[in-house]
């Protein structure tokens, strides 16, 4: 392995993290703490009835724009900047799920001004991390951005959340057990840069997660609490990394693939859930390191969909985007380019996992 010249990594961090119930209401103290007075204030239409006019509310004299975010794009980040013109800003508050958050987090970089994230979702890692996730012509390309400066996670928005966004981010979460399965993969076959601290981040959270008797977002806040911190952890091991290689391997190649190629109904972390199945079965066979059958308890037990049908999906789909996955970051190696598993074999991984029915 061969490291570059410099003798210690430097690290954009968020400078301010708060899990809490009433993290919320911190955005006044946070705004001033960082002596920033002209907000470009980003929300989403839903989000905005939900908490967005509250927490606007609060921060009214600091607010120069408001802006609803439609989409995840270049064009709305353009659009944005356009709108703004030459108003000064010297920060932009997101209030919203990933499509607010990504957008603020560009538009932050670009602008070079603080960005603060008041997520209303917890539905992907992206909550505090160097990385939006935008769709360009239907493609997703995923764009590297500065870390939040803070980051705010309510745990009283959150825990009242729609149920399906909070399971999707137990999967993004959970597919770091095989994101970083694959990082060490790269590390002794192809001699690629890993680092422990990274890994260590991006994987306790979720191996712990494993071990839970039951999974309740809605009415155990302990649960909910674990989430949200693994993925804000998820989040600071990508900046720490360099990349997103502590939390996207092969499962997140196939659901890259999946959105390229169109198919099913799944959302991100659903999608890279299935994923982690079949990329653990892969590692425990090959390796002898994994228990997918844990995995997939792991999800019944907090209702993430395990089956081709429950996002759609025919077998046929999953296997061309299993297939399709290796022609996605081509230089990311994963258990798909170390194995090159035939459809025959995938198929039979699909089968005996549950995840389609023989
Ligand atoms: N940065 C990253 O690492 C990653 C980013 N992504 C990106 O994230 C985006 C998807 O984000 P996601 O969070 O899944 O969903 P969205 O931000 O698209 O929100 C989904 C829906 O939920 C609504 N909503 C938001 N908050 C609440 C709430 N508290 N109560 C009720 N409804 C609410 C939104 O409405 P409204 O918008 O009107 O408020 C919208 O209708 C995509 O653009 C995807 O590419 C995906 C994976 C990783
Ligand atoms: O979703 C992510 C991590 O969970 C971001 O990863 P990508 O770089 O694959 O978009
Ligand atoms: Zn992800």
Not at 187 to 200: H, L, P, T
């Amino acid at each position: 392995m061969r490291y570059k010249t410099e003798l210690t990594r430097i690290v954009e961090l968020p400078y301010y993290v708060e899990v809490s119930e009433s993290s919320r209401k911190k955005v006044k103290d946070i705004l001033d703490s960082f002596n920033l007075n002209s907000t470009l204030f980003l929300t989403g239409k839903n989000s905005y009835e939900v908490v967005g006019a509250k927490i606007e509310e609060k921060i009214s004299d600091y607010i120069v724009e408001k802006v609803f975010v439609e989409k995840a794009t270049m064009s709305e980040v353009r659009r944005i900047e356009l709108f703004l013109g030459y108003t000064d800003i010297d920060s932009v508050v997101g209030v919203g799920g990933g499509k607010v958050i990504d957008v603020g987090k560009v538009i932050a970089t670009e602008l070079k001004v603080a960005f603060i994230s008041i997520p209303t979702l917890a539905s992907n890692d992206g909550i505090a991390s160097p990385v939006a996730s935008f769709k360009e012509n239907g493609k997703p390309v995923s764009i590297s951005v500065n870390p939040p400066t803070a980051v705010l996670a309510d745990l009283t928005i959150l825990r009242n959340s729609p149920i399906r966004y909070l399971r999707a981010g137990f999967g993004d979460l959970i597919s770091n057990i095989t994101a970083v399965k694959d990082w060490k993969l790269a590390r002794d076959k192809i001699g690629e840069e890993y680092n422990e601290v990274a890994a260590s981040m991006a994987y306790l959270p979720s191996s712990l997660m494993l071990n839970l008797e039951s999974v309740n977002f809605k009415d155990d806040l302990t649960t909910l609490e674990k989430l949200i911190r693994g993925l804000i952890l998820s989040g600071v091991s990508i900046a720490i990394a360099g990349s997103s290689r502590p939390a996207s391997g092969a499962e997140h190649k196939f659901s890259h693939a999946l959105d390229y190629l169109g198919y099913g109904s799944g959302v991100h972390g659903e999608q890279v859930a299935l994923g982690t199945i079949i990329m653990e079965y892969l590692h425990q066979k090959y390796y002898g390191i994994g228990d997918w059958e844990a995995i997939k308890t792991i999800f019944e037990k907090a209702q993430v969909p395990t089956t081709a049908k429950e996002l759609n999906l025919t077998k046929e789909q999953i296997l061309e985007a299993l297939i399709y996955a290796k022609r996605i970051r081509k230089k990311r190696y994963t258990i798909l380019e170390d194995v090159n598993p035939s459809k025959e074999e995938l198929e039979l991984v699909l089968i005996k996992t549950g995840i389609v029915e023989s």
